[in-house]
């Protein structure tokens, strides 16, 4: 009798055993090598991508997408600026004949008000005869990233939103940007700042970004992310995998980031992930070189950081845009109508180029000719307009000209933010 339970345990043993080793030798935890060495990556279900493959016959955004001429897909893929604070005939060929997907301003573009409404409704109007409306973009942070005219009521630097610890001022604080630049008719924010300044030498981050450490800026930034959507305008998150920890400003060379991927993931990495999580509609990439992960190429133009890294493992399916290419970290480097192709097939969706009307027509026909050439193939190309268009009618985006601002009622809901501190 001894024997036989003796037996029986033993058996119950060796089944629990095998057991165990099964499961854990059958779930192995995907990984991205900085190395050359291929990531073996569990196979998706046929649902967990559907929405980056437009599979349906009835999909509206499909049959949208297959009846646009190739100057229009292209055209979607570009956000330009432009020069001066009116309509030019340069702005209005980049509408017409080449069909950008939208516009950014910038300071220099705004002199008050009553102008830019003016600026943007022109915009419009001229894009009316497309299919598609236009991202009509702006850099408005907060501080002193502020592209307002003096007009409205100064907003806080994120630095010091963080630093208040209050979420509900926080919400307040990204309505209220939301709100500014909804009314005057933009449709796109490039915020918030998810960087981490953890880099006391930093000449480009500074108090733009929500905090010191990632806690700070995964709480107030994405608080801020969420402010801005509820105003019906689009949030880009930047500058992906993170501009905290360099001493070079990437408007003017390229700054070099000394830390591995498993660095990264323990620190600047972190918002990101959490964004991606909460449904950003869009991550802007940065103009950074991290010779560990890709010794070649910044982030901005480098397939490890983008397909590899944000889209395979981070599990991302939105829009991906780049910093403007017409930085010094690009133009210093590079050639940018070959950068802005090497960003296509590295996984971006969008080209920023904030400047210079050769530079962007030098973009737009180097990515029309290496789409004909084949180099951009048919699917890569479908797949980002289907992202781009997917976001535009989220936003349910349209050309519609507004009449005009009540600059005043704006100023109302800012004042009321700041002071609920």
């Known amino acids: 009798m001894m024997i036989k339970k003796a037996v029986t345990l033993l058996t119950l043993l060796i089944i629990c055993s095998s057991c165990s080793t099964g499961n854990t030798s059958t779930s192995p935890s995907p990984t991205i090598s900085p190395s050359d060495q291929p990531t073996i990556m569990p196979s998706p279900k046929p649902t967990d991508r559907s929405t980056d493959k437009p599979a349906e016959q009835n999909d509206p955004l499909k049959q949208k997408i297959a009846n646009m001429t190739l100057d229009e897909k292209i055209g979607q893929m570009v956000i330009v600026g432009l020069e001066g604070t009116s309509m030019d005939k340069q702005a209005k060929e980049l509408i017409e004949k080449y ?14 008000a009553a102008q830019i409404l003016k600026l943007l409704n022109q915009l419009k109007e001229t894009n009316q005869k497309n299919q598609t409306p236009l991202w009509l973009s702006v850099d408005q942070e ?36 939301g709100e500014e630049v909804r009314s005057i ?67 003017l060379d390229l700054p070099v980031v000394n830390k591995s991927l498993a660095e990264l993931k323990a620190f600047e990495l972190l918002p990101f992930v959490e964004a991606i999580q909460q449904d950003t509609d869009a991550i802007m990439i940065a103009h950074l070189l991290i010779p560990k992960i890709d010794k070649d190429y910044p982030a901005s133009l480098s397939k490890k950081m983008i397909s ?37 097939l590295a996984g971006s969706d969008i080209i920023l180029i904030g400047h210079d009307y050769k530079t962007q027509l030098s973009v737009l026909q180097s990515l029309k000719k290496s789409a004909r050439d084949g180099v951009i193939s048919r699917d890569m190309l479908d797949k980002s307009v289907y992202r781009i268009l997917r976001l535009k009618e989220k936003y349910k985006l349209e050309d519609k000209t507004l009449p005009s601002i009540d600059v005043k009622a704006v100023n109302l809901q800012i004042k009321a933010a700041i002071q609920s501190k």
Request: no cysteine.
């Open 99 to 112: 069909r950008v997907g939208g516009f950014i301003l910038y300071k220099d573009n705004m002199n008050d």
């Open 308 to 344: 590899k890294l944000l889209r395979e493992e981070l599990g991302y399916e939105g829009v991906v845009m780049t910093d403007d290419m017409t930085m010094g970290g690009i133009t210093e480097h590079f050639d940018v109508g070959k950068a802005a192709v090497t960003s296509i």
């Open 185 to 251: 008719g933009f449709n796109m924010d490039f915020a918030p700042v998810l960087d981490i300044n953890s880099n006391p030498k930093n000449p480009v981050i500074g108090n733009r970004s929500y905090g010191t450490n990632a806690e700070t800026v995964i709480t107030h930034g994405l608080e801020t992310m969420k402010a801005i959507q509820s105003k019906q305008v689009a949030a880009v998150v930047k500058h992906f995998p993170g501009h905290g920890d360099t001493s070079v400003d990437s408007h």
């Open 142 to 177: 907060g501080g002193k990233v502020n592209r307002m005219p003096e007009e409205y009521i100064k907003l806080p630097p994120p630095a010091e939103v963080g630093k208040a610890g209050n979420t509900d001022y926080t919400f307040q604080i990204g309505q209220a940007l």
